[in-house]
T-cell receptor
Framework: NAGVMQNPRHLVRRRGQEARLRCSPM?????VYWYRQLPEEGLKFMVY????????ESGMPKERFSAEFPKEGPSILRIQQVVRGDSAAYFC????????????FGQGTRLTVV | SQQGEEDPQALSIQEGENATMNCSYK?????LQWYRQNSGRGLVHLILIRSNEREKHSGRLRVTLDTSKKSSSLLITASRAADTASYFCATGFTGNQFYFGTGTSLTVIP
C-alpha cells in the first residue's frame, strides 16, 4: 500500500508564476490536509478537504491560494503569482476520516521562489 | 490558539539515555498525535492517543495524556543516534483537522 505521494518533490518558480502542488492520498483515504512549513518553524494548517468538498480553509491565505480535491485524481494546492514569502515546504496528509483516525504525511514539496 | 506547544525546544542526550518531551495545549481535544521529522524530510507518524486514553506504547515509545492538565508526554527509551530528529505533537479536534506545535529538536550523541 503506497503512502501519501506528493509531487513534485522540489519546485522552483519565478516571482509571478503559478505553482501547482499535487497530493495523492493513501488508498482508501478520502480526507486530505495541507500544511505549510516555513524554514525552522512548525507546520501550519492550511486547508482540510474531503472528496469534492472544502471542509475547512481557515488557514489558507485569502488571495492567490486555492485547493481542490476532485472526485478523480489527486488533490491540488495552487498558488498563483508566487512571491518569495511563499517559499516553504508544503506537506499533504491523508486519513480515512472520522474522529481519532491517524493522518499520514507525504514527503512534501519544497517550493522555492526566485 | 489551538496548537500544541512542545517543551523543551531542544534536547541533547547521550545514546542510551531516555528522552522525554512534553506537549501542552489549551482547548479540549479529540486526540493527539506525535510525529517525527528528520532534517529536511517528511513527517513520520509515531503514535496517536485518543482523549479517553491515558497511555500508549509502541516499541521504545511511550506516550501519556493528561486531559486534566491538557498535556502529553513522549518518552523515548534507550535512545539511539538515529532518533535524532524534530518531534511534533499535533492536537486533533472534532473537525478532524489538527494543529502542530513548533517541535522539540532532539539530538542523540553517539
Amino acid at each position: 500500500n503506497a503512502g501519501v505521494m506528493q509531487n513534485p518533490r522540489h519546485l522552483v518558480r519565478r516571482r509571478g508564476q503559478e505553482a501547482r502542488l499535487r497530493c495523492s492520498p493513501m488508498k482508501g483515504h478520502s480526507h486530505v490536509y495541507w500544511y505549510r512549513q516555513l524554514p525552522e518553524e512548525g507546520l501550519k494548517f492550511m486547508v482540510y478537504l474531503q472528496k469534492e468538498n472544502i471542509i475547512d480553509e481557515s488557514g489558507m491565505p485569502k488571495e492567490r491560494f486555492s485547493a481542490e480535491f476532485p472526485k478523480e485524481g489527486p488533490s491540488i494546492l495552487r498558488i498563483q503569482q508566487v512571491v518569495r514569502g511563499d517559499s516553504a515546504a508544503y506537506f499533504c496528509a491523508s486519513s480515512s476520516g472520522g474522529p481519532g483516525t491517524e493522518a499520514f504525511f507525504g514527503q512534501g514539496t519544497r517550493l522555492t521562489v526566485v | 490558539s489551538q496548537q500544541g506547544e512542545e517543551d523543551p525546544q531542544a534536547l541533547s542526550i547521550q545514546e542510551g539515555e531516555n528522552a522525554t518531551m512534553n506537549c501542552s495545549y489549551k482547548t479540549s481535544i479529540n486526540n493527539l498525535q506525535w510525529y517525527r521529522q528528520n532534517s529536511g524530510r517528511g513527517l513520520v507518524h509515531l503514535i496517536l492517543i485518543r482523549s479517553n486514553e491515558r497511555e500508549k506504547h509502541s516499541g521504545r515509545l511511550r506516550v501519556t495524556l493528561d486531559t486534566s492538565k491538557k498535556s502529553s508526554s513522549l518518552l523515548i527509551t534507550a535512545s539511539r543516534a538515529a532518533d535524532t530528529a524534530s518531534y511534533f505533537c499535533a492536537t486533533g479536534f472534532t473537525g478532524n483537522q489538527f494543529y502542530f506545535g513548533t517541535g522539540t529538536s532532539l539530538t542523540v550523541i553517539p
